[in-house]
């Protein structure tokens, strides 16, 4: 099982969006996914589960009081299994901060399920902070996946994101941490400035930039609200589509070996 983080500290740049779709593409491709909503406000949770229904989340693994395994859920998706979120996760900036091992706590949570053959990849929805739990997901994860909006505000959150980055290898928590792909969010082709990011994002990193740009549509803001992915809200329109290009690139990219950020903000 894979480990990637979805994450970017600025919010509002279509993360969660980005890590529901994403594994719901790659589950309808019959690839095994399992989605772990590390966000306190659970808004994968809502979509793919219940916050209602009382289910412990990822927050009791955190603070080793259940086994990470123990708290995978079955979707309505086949393929698709989800460890919900809580809000007692937004209590875990205190308490597990507070343990010797505090930004570790994640990474041995998911060792069992690592060695097991149930999951091909594990996608962590991180919440739009620079706190313990995106600090857990980074040390727990083999690589990150930073969904940028197109616009330039982007790529000062990148430069931040890219020196934690480099801090939790520092720290020898995860040293083989890297940015193995960078997705544009909310393209909007009509727009000037639009294009002119995402020119200089290619510039910049190069081949670590996936081909495929998510647009921006109004569906994406419908289909939460309903409970439904893209795929059950607007199967075919352009933000289904886009998300299907990303699950085959994605998938290709893991097959083939990819490039990574690094601590330059090279590719290599």
Same mark, same amino acid.
């Given at each position: 099982m894979k480990v990637i983080a979805v994450t970017n500290q600025k919010g509002g740049v279509g993360k969660t969006t980005t890590t529901v779709n994403l594994a719901a593409a790659l589950a309808e491709k019959k690839a095994r996914i399992l989605l772990i909503d590390l966000d306190p406000q659970g808004s994968a949770t809502s979509v793919l589960g219940d916050k209602e229904a009382g289910h412990p989340s990822i927050y009791e693994a955190l603070i080793g009081v259940r086994a990470a395994g123990d708290l995978i859920l079955p979707t309505r998706l086949p393929h698709l299994s989800l460890v919900p979120a809580n809000l007692d996760l937004a209590g875990s900036e205190i308490e597990v901060a507070r343990m010797d091992d505090h930004m570790l706590r &994640?990474? *041995? !949570?998911? @060792?069992? +399920?690592?060695?097991?053959?149930?999951?091909? $990849? =594990? #996608?962590?929805?991180?919440?739009?902070?620079?706190?313990?739990?995106?600090?857990?997901? &980074?040390? *727990? !994860?083999? @690589?990150? +996946?930073?969904?940028?909006?197109?616009?330039? $505000? =982007? #790529?000062?959150?990148?430069?931040?994101?890219?020196?934690?980055?480099?801090?939790?290898?520092?720290?020898? !928590?995860?040293?083989? +941490?890297?940015?193995?792909?960078?997705?544009?969010?909310?393209?909007?082709?009509?727009?000037?400035?639009?294009?002119?990011?995402?020119?200089?994002?290619?510039?910049?990193?190069?081949?670590?930039?996936?081909?495929?740009?998510?647009?921006?549509?109004?569906?994406?803001?419908?289909?939460?609200?309903?409970?439904?992915?893209?795929?059950?809200?607007?199967?075919?329109?352009?933000?289904?589509?886009?998300?299907?290009?990303?699950a085959k690139e994605f998938l290709d990219r893991q097959k083939k070996g990819m490039a990574f950020v690094n601590d330059r903000g090279r590719t290599r």
């Open positions: &994640l990474q *041995a !949570a998911l @060792e069992r +399920l690592r060695g097991e053959d149930r999951f091909d $990849y =594990a #996608l962590l929805d991180c919440p739009p902070s620079l706190g313990i739990l995106m600090s857990n997901a &980074l040390a *727990a !994860a083999q @690589e990150i +996946l930073v969904p940028i909006q197109c616009e330039y $505000y =982007a #790529l000062e959150g990148l430069g931040l994101l890219m020196e934690v980055t480099d801090r939790i290898r520092e720290s020898g !928590a995860n040293p083989a +941490l890297a940015i193995s792909g960078l997705l544009l969010t909310m393209f909007d082709s009509r727009t000037n400035l639009n294009p002119a990011v995402e020119k200089e994002v290619r510039n910049h990193f190069e081949e670590v930039v996936y081909k495929t740009v998510i647009p921006r549509t109004v569906r994406f803001a419908e289909a939460p609200s309903h409970g439904r992915t893209i795929f059950e809200h607007d199967p075919h329109g352009p933000g289904a589509t886009a998300y299907r290009k990303l």
